[in-house]
Structures are given as C-alpha cells and as structure tokens.
C-alpha cells in the first residue's frame, strides 16, 4: 500500500465502522430491533459524518416565474380562510420539514389594499422582507410599522402579529421567513390565534424606529430584556447608505464585498436569538472568492443582478429572485454589472450555529479560489 492509499484508507476507513454483514450478525440486528435498540457500528458512519452532509439543494426561485403564480392565489383564496395566504418555498431535499433550506421555512405572501390577516402568536420566530406594492403594514404586540419595498420586519416568537394593506396601498408581496422546521425539529411549537382576531393599536405608529432607530444612540429611560430587537422594522434607505458609506470606508470582503448585519440595537447582537439578517452590497464587476461555512442561508436579490456558483453550479439572478445557499456548500457571489451595484439581502441560523459553538469557516485553496463550474442550469 503505497503512503497515499494508506492515507485515504486512514481517512475513510480507520477507526470507522467497517463490519460485515453474515447471518449471524443480521439475526442479531433484528433481535436487537425488537428491543427497539440497534447496534451503533450499522449507522455510526451516517450518524456521524467526517463534514456536514446537507440534505438541501441548492435552488434559485426566480421571481419573474413566480410571480403571477403567487398574484393568482388573491383569487383562489381568501387571508380569512387560508389564514395566511402564502405560497412556500419547498426545496426538493427538504419536502419533509416544509424547509427552503436547512431548518429554515420561507415564502411569498400576497395581499390587496383593505385585506387583514388575523393575529396570532407562535413559538416560530418571522421576519418579513417587503418585495412590491404600498401601503404594507405589520402589527407587532400593539406596535405598528409601515412598511415599503425592501424594507424588513422582525415578528420574533411569542409576539402577537398580524400584517395588512390599507385600503388605499397597492396590492404587496413580501417574503417571511420563519424557523419553523427548527422549532418543530426541537418539539417546542405552540400556536395561538388572538382572542379578538385584531389586536388594538397601543402606541404611537411607527414608535419603535423613533426610539430605537438612531444610529449610535440609545434611549436613556427605555428598558429592553427581551432577546429580540426592540426595533422591529429596518428600512431600506439607511440601511443602503450605511452599505455605501462602509463600502467606500473600507476594502471588500473577498467573499462577501461590503456585508452589515442587522443588529439588536440594546447589544449589537444579531435581531433574534434564532435567526439573523444581513445586507450585502457588491460593487460593480464584484467577482468573490469561494468559501464555505455551517449554517443555512436564504438571499434575495434587493437590487441588481449577478451570478452565484454554489457547490460548483452557476445561478443567474436578477432583482427579487431568491436563492440558497445549504450548510457547508463552497458558495462564491458575482455582480454581472460595471456599472451598478447588486445588493443582496440574507436570512440564516447563525445565531443558532454561534450560540452553539457550531460555526466553521473555511476558504477554497485551490483554484484561486474559484469553484470549477460543472453544470449550468436551463433558465
Ligand atoms: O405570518 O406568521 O409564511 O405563521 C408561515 C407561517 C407566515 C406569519 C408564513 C406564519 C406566517
């Protein structure tokens, strides 16, 4: 056995499970089955994988397909009897769970001016990022926000929420995202609709962008304990010029160009304890290295367009269109244009990896770090 072989047996063989089957052994697999027990050497290599082994795909939801779908849905059913009417993202390798990656849900909610959808709490914790239309609105625990396009909204677990169109918007659609195949993964999901349906407007309507919402500022008399951000709502236009500011302050991120993660403003921690957000902006002719890490993530291009090559296939996207980017998959992001910017907007569970001691980082070596592309998908 030359060194090199010896060195691939010792990586993929030794100190693994490597037992035969005979009949001997496989009468007693299946009495230990009928002692609901099983003999770990048959599942410790499947169990516990050299490297995360994502069952998720990665997939590019096209917007300008999507669309008219999700538009059909306003005449097929009504928020009152659907409850939310909301057409999900159903990655191929997570049908199960009802996933877009990971343990991560997600999908596109549609609503006309004058509609209302009833509130309700759960131990899932949403966020909601506005795609198109006027006149959205979120009530969170009597707080209520206006929302416009690209503009992103926290309903953390265990809020009260409901979410409208006044009368005189036009018709919205807006992205969630939620943890909920988390919450069900851990057996912890409760659900409650409000006792009156609608809850009462308590404050002020936009009150927690004023008392929380100024850049290096926090208010004196205001206490905050609770582990999500009291802010609720970050708007799209100080959000890009903060991302325009950093950009041209600083050198890019070979994988990420200018990234800023949205933060709890009592901590700078990320907005919720299970899932984070972040907005990225690539410069024009932005061409990123490859790396990959733990943790599943959802992007959705807030402006412009570009191209990502996760685990060696190319994805072409343009404005509104979402993508995933599986745990530990190489991923590297393309801005196509010379003369704009592409911005990309993210959801993912690294509060969850960090909290855990789970997130890991690696950068391709090879190549210059840039994945081989294998295949290019039909668009
Ligand atoms: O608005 O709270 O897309 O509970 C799926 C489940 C949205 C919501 C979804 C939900 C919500």
Redesign the pocket.
């Given at each position: 056995m030359s060194t090199t072989n010896y060195d691939i047996w010792r990586e993929e063989v030794a100190g693994r499970a490597n037992v035969e089957d005979s009949p001997e052994l496989l009468a007693y697999y299946q009495e230990l089955e009928s002692l609901k027990t099983g003999a770990l050497w048959t599942v410790a290599n499947k169990i516990e994988p050299w490297q995360p082994k994502s069952g998720s795909v990665p997939v590019l939801w096209r917007y300008r397909r999507l669309r008219e779908h999700v538009l059909r849905s306003v005449a097929l059913v009504t928020p009152e009897k659907a409850g939310?009417r909301?057409i999900?993202l159903d990655n191929p390798g997570r049908q199960e769970v009802a996933a877009a990656v990971g343990w991560l849900?997600s999908?596109l909610?549609v609503m006309h001016p004058g509609e209302r959808?009833s509130a309700?709490a759960?131990s899932?914790s949403?966020l909601?990022f506005i795609m198109e239309g006027r006149g959205a609105y979120t009530i969170v625990d009597g707080h209520k926000m206006t929302l416009d396009a690209n503009d992103f909204v926290l309903?953390p677990n265990g809020t009260w929420?409901e979410?409208g169109v006044e009368t005189d918007g036009l018709p919205c659609i807006w992205q969630?995202g939620?943890d909920?195949p988390l919450v069900n993964a851990l057996e912890a999901g409760f659900y409650a609709v409000h006792p009156e349906l609608q809850q009462a407007v308590g404050y002020p309507v936009d009150d927690s962008v004023h008392i929380w919402g100024a850049a290096g500022l926090r208010p004196q008399d205001v206490g905050w304990t609770k582990p999500y951000s009291p802010l609720f709502k970050y708007q799209w236009e100080p959000t890009y010029e903060a991302l325009q500011r950093y950009a041209g302050a600083r050198e890019d991120s070979p994988f990420d160009g200018a990234l800023m993660h949205y933060t709890n403003p009592v901590n700078g921690g990320h907005v919720m304890a299970t899932i984070g957000a972040s907005m990225q902006l690539l410069r024009p002719g932005f061409t990123g290295s490859a790396h990959r890490h733990t943790g599943s993530f959802l992007y959705q291009v807030a402006r412009g367009r570009g191209h990502s090559v996760i685990n060696g296939e190319r994805f072409d996207w343009q404005e509104r269109d979402i993508f995933c980017v599986p745990s530990w998959a190489w991923h590297e992001h393309v801005n196509a244009s010379a003369t704009e910017d592409a911005c990309l907007f993210c959801f993912s569970d690294l509060p969850v990896m960090e909290k855990l001691g789970l997130y890991r980082e690696e950068a391709l070596a090879d190549n210059g770090g840039r994945q081989p592309v294998l295949t290019r998908p039909a668009t």
């Open positions: 939310r909301v999900y849900y999908g909610q959808a309700h759960h899932a949403a909601r309903t929420h979410h969630d939620l909920i």
